[in-house]
């Protein structure tokens, strides 16, 4: 399964509804529509996205994902607020101070830093080691760099500065294409990931293996408590009856006989030698 975790959510622009098909048609079975959010937010915050925005294509799942432009460290982003409105909570620091708050105590499930722009820092190791250890992943977004050369150069040279801080660990990429046009094929970012520092494997790991889990562990955050007790529907009481009671039944193979049917399928006992003589002289007499 291919994921692309950063499709950003436009309800107006015609490009959208191309955009999704376009990504489907290319492979990718798993896309995340993201609402990106700058400012503090208000008491009342509701999911701008629909559940199923785009039901012409049910073999494709959309999740739903928010992206906060961390901007102000004294900032209410109201963040675990979120965790049960979205599928994925995301953040954009805009600096080495604001990427360290992010990596080391808000809680999120990726940080996604604008690699297209020119970086006024340098990523540390001791940095982002933080977020790997903590389960957060960081993302390379690949669509702004496609037309334009200046974020060509500047994606190039970041990614590939990110990559080495991270020993290519907990890389997640993904498009922020806004047009059809700004999309690549899974394989084609497998390539990709190459040019940057990551290998083949690791690059196949960033669309597919990491994407998921990632999915995953925000899924269990919404679902548990602290990660340990998981959310479930218990079954109704009958149900739940009937099924012990089946349980506790002993297995008994579908073709073995009842006890009726041994006794008349039942071969007679066998008698000694001196069984039957006594019965061939009790016949002739």
């Not at 999120?108 to 982002?128: A, E, N, P, W």
């Not at 922020?176 to 690791?202: C, K, M, Y």
């Not at 009481?237 to 008994?252: H, L, V, W």
Request: proline residues 7%; aromatic residues 6%.
């Amino acid at each position: 399964m291919f994921y692309d975790l950063n499709v950003p959510w436009a309800p107006t622009s015609p490009d959208l509804p191309r955009t999704v098909a376009f990504l489907n048609e290319l492979g990718y079975n798993v896309i995340a529509l993201s609402h990106t959010h700058s400012g503090k937010f208000p008491q009342s915050q509701l999911n701008p996205i629909p559940e199923n925005p785009f039901p012409k294509h049910p073999d494709l799942q959309i999740l739903r994902r928010i992206t906060i432009i961390l901007d102000d460290p004294s900032q209410n982003h109201r963040l675990a607020a979120l965790t049960s409105a979205y599928d994925i909570v995301a953040l954009r620091p805009t600096s080495e101070k604001l990427l360290l708050q992010a990596c080391k105590e808000l809680d999120c499930d990726l940080i996604s830093v604008d690699l297209s722009q020119r970086m006024g820092y340098h990523f540390k190791h001791k940095t982002v080691g933080l977020a790997i250890q903590r389960g957060i992943f960081l993302e390379i977004n690949y669509s702004a760099s496609i037309n334009d050369i200046t974020a060509r150069r500047n994606l190039i040279g970041n990614a590939a500065a990110l990559i080495r801080a991270t020993r290519g660990r907990g890389i997640v990429i993904s498009s922020e294409a806004r047009r059809a046009l700004g999309v690549r094929g899974p394989f084609d970012v497998i390539n990709l990931a190459t040019l940057w520092g990551l290998s083949q494997d690791r690059g196949r790991e960033a669309v597919d293996g990491l994407p998921r889990l990632l999915v995953a562990q925000a899924k269990l955050r919404r679902t548990s408590f602290r990660g340990v007790v998981d959310v479930v529907n218990e079954p109704p009481q009958g149900s739940k009856r009937k099924a012990e009671d089946e349980a506790s039944r002993p297995d008994r193979p579908k073709s073995e006989a009842s006890p009726e049917d041994s006794k008349k399928t039942e071969a007679p006992p066998k008698l000694s030698k001196k069984a039957r003589r006594a019965l061939a002289r009790a016949s002739k007499s």
